[in-house]
């Protein structure tokens, strides 16, 4: 069972920033005695719809707050409740349904995170709409590839409308073939045209309709919409919110992008229904000055965040510059969406304790878009678990084999220290499996991780063949290579990135974390990757992005450094070191490494190399 809830903070002073202003629901940055046990654990409503307990929620005194200038217009931060959000979204609903959105239609949204992005998905929810939040381009240089990748995805979601933000239509032009195309604005209340919330029709419930049609990262030609129907979507909540021990208490802090799946499932739909405290900001305003995302965990008593691992290391540097902060209240920091570095996980927690965070706030969770967003969950309060184990035995035979190694340097050689990520939330179960016969492996075999239970998605949209890969005797297939130990899991890679190496199963998350931290490279900046090389012999080829120091020598030095890294690391040297200008390694739309298109604009000659 999880740990009994820790004692509440003693009331801090207060905050040094003005309470936000208040309109129709009233919070400004509250102390940290607001969460007080017992802590009544949240019950899973059976009976009624998902829409009505949204709707319930609403009354519940709770809201969101928008913080950032980004979201504020460089203005103070404004709280609404999340009744006056609902009523917006029923103008909404009125506003799409006039325009002919039919329950069971597709919307197509793009624009960034913002007041107007989330009442239009919550209209797009009330009249049994599935929305489609389309990303953002990751760089303005990749523009065209941007615009081929959205058409790509509006066309083949066979979305029945497309809503714009105006800072974007600019970019995005309708061709022939496009949904019509209308101005976010165009359906918000007090726009022209726009009914009263009271002219909107709530169709019946259907758990069986989508309410999320979420594309994955993937090629331009094959775009992956994963469905996510109300059942899958109500079940994951409640799920989530049971494994993560939320209350109506807990305040919520996201910068995370609503194309996400852990920003639209975990910090929008989650506490939309379930009635809690968010504050909200966008993406830029965090990557912009990654400090902001402490400084708003510390002025509002956020019990609860979120991001991937590069985003706490990214405050973990900021924090090293800041003071005044009160982190005390902050147990559930999760990371997740990428693999989990304990040493990133530590580093944070060295810098975070300074302002009263504790280690057990640490909550290093697995989830994927295809069971809507949460997959196993640690106990609340824990912090972090690892488990050191022999790398060699790991690669050469597949098994987890426990050491203990105190030498840091030796550590990095010859074991991988691996984070327990808990066990499945309520409603999920979870087998590991032998990729070839799909025959149950032991505890501390690796093999290929299954998932079952009433979180899972029916499949891709459209996609008969990827889906049908998918599930394999009524199991989703990950794709991660996994081991359980003592009933939790624990991840060491991906089934497709796995480089074969002499023999040895070479995992390229690594060799990138190992040349990281050199002089010259920029952390988190790193893709390793497999070629065929001489008589049909894998070998590696390491891209990083550099930048020359006063200490890191020329190009020629930290090619050097970075050739004789990865040598220790898998055993023999690599084919190719190439070193790229920063910026410009290719990641998803939500920051992810591509290591395929990596290979391919290393195939294609298209690297924008350091000179």
């Known amino acids: 069972p999880p740990p009994p809830p820790p004692p509440p903070p003693p009331p801090r002073p207060p905050p040094r920033r003005a309470a936000p202003p208040t309109t129709r629901h009233t919070r400004g940055p509250r102390p940290a005695t607001s969460r007080t046990p017992p802590r009544a654990h949240m019950s899973a409503p059976t009976s009624p719809s998902p829409s009505e307990r949204r709707e319930t929620a609403a009354d519940s005194g709770t809201g969101v707050t928008f913080v950032g200038s980004s979201m504020t217009g460089g203005g103070d931060p404004v709280s609404i409740s999340w009744a006056q959000l609902h009523d917006d979204a029923r103008a909404v609903g009125a506003a799409l349904q006039a325009r002919g959105i039919l329950p069971g239609d597709h919307v197509a949204i793009l624009g960034p995170t913002s007041r107007e992005l989330m009442t239009i998905i919550r209209g797009c929810w009330l009249i ?3 929305s489609m939040v389309l990303p953002l381009p990751m760089r303005m240089g990749s523009l065209d590839v941007f615009i081929d990748s959205t058409r790509a995805r509006i066309r083949h979601g066979d979305a029945t409308l497309v809503l714009i933000d105006d800072l974007l239509a600019d970019f995005y032009v ?31 419930h259907d758990p069986e309709r989508l309410v999320i049609l979420q594309y994955t990262s993937g090629s331009t030609s094959e775009p992956k919409g994963v469905m996510i129907p109300d059942r899958v979507l109500s079940a994951n909540i409640d799920a989530c919110a049971e494994a993560a021990e939320l209350t109506a208490r807990d305040v919520m802090v996201s910068w995370l992008p609503l194309y996400h799946d852990m920003g639209l499932v975990g910090f929008l739909a989650l506490p939309m229904t379930k009635g809690v405290d968010l504050v909200q ?16 965990l510390s002025d509002y008593g956020a019990t609860a965040t979120a991001g991937p691992n590069f985003s706490w290391v990214l405050a973990t540097r900021a924090l090293k510059r800041m003071t005044d902060l009160d982190l005390s209240p ?39 878009a295809e069971v809507a967003i949460g997959g196993t969950f640690p106990p609340r309060g824990r912090g972090l678990k690892t488990d050191t184990v022999d790398r060699i035995v790991l690669e050469t035979q597949r098994v987890a084999k426990p050491v203990e190694i105190h030498d840091p340097d030796e550590l990095n050689l010859t074991a991988r220290r691996l984070p327990l990520l808990g066990r499945t939330v309520p409603g999920l179960e979870m087998k590991v499996v032998d990729p070839e016969t799909y025959e149950e492996v032991p505890e501390r075999h690796v093999g290929e991780l299954l998932l079952r239970g009433t979180s899972v998605t029916p499949g891709y949209y459209k996609r008969p063949d990827a889906t049908a890969a998918l599930f394999h005797a009524g199991w989703l297939c990950t794709g991660d290579l996994a081991y359980l130990l003592d009933g939790e899991l624990v991840l060491c890679g991906r089934i497709k990135d796995v480089i074969i190496v002499g023999g040895r199963n070479v995992f390229p998350e690594d060799i990138e974390r190992a040349v990281g931290p050199l002089d010259g490279v920029r952390a988190g900046n790193v893709i390793a990757f497999g070629m065929e090389g001489y008589k049909g012999k894998e070998s590696v080829v390491v891209v990083a992005e550099v930048r020359v120091s006063d200490t890191s020598g020329d190009l020629d030095a930290i090619r050097d450094r970075i050739h004789h890294r990865t040598l220790e690391v898998c055993g023999l040297p690599p084919r190719d070191v190439m070193l790229v200008t920063p910026g410009t390694l290719p990641k998803t739309s939500s920051g992810k490494l591509q290591r395929a298109k990596c290979r391919d604009e290393y195939l294609n000659e298209e690297l924008a190399l350091s000179e």
């Open 281 to 296: 900001a966008a993406p830029q305003d965090f990557l912009a000055h990654p400090g902001n995302w402490m400084q708003w």
């Open 174 to 204: 309708a061709a022939e073939g496009d949904p019509p195309i209308l101005s976010m604005k165009a359906v918000m209340p007090g726009a022209a045209n726009v009914p009263n919330g009271d002219a909107i029709e709530i169709p019946p």
């Open 128 to 130: 049994g709409a599935a």
């Open 330 to 368: 902050l147990t559930v920091a999760l990371s997740g969406a990428e693999p989990v570095d304990p040493n990133a996980v530590e580093a944070f927690v060295a810098e975070a304790s300074r302002f009263g965070f504790t280690a057990g706030g640490v909550f290093p969770a697995f989830g994927m």
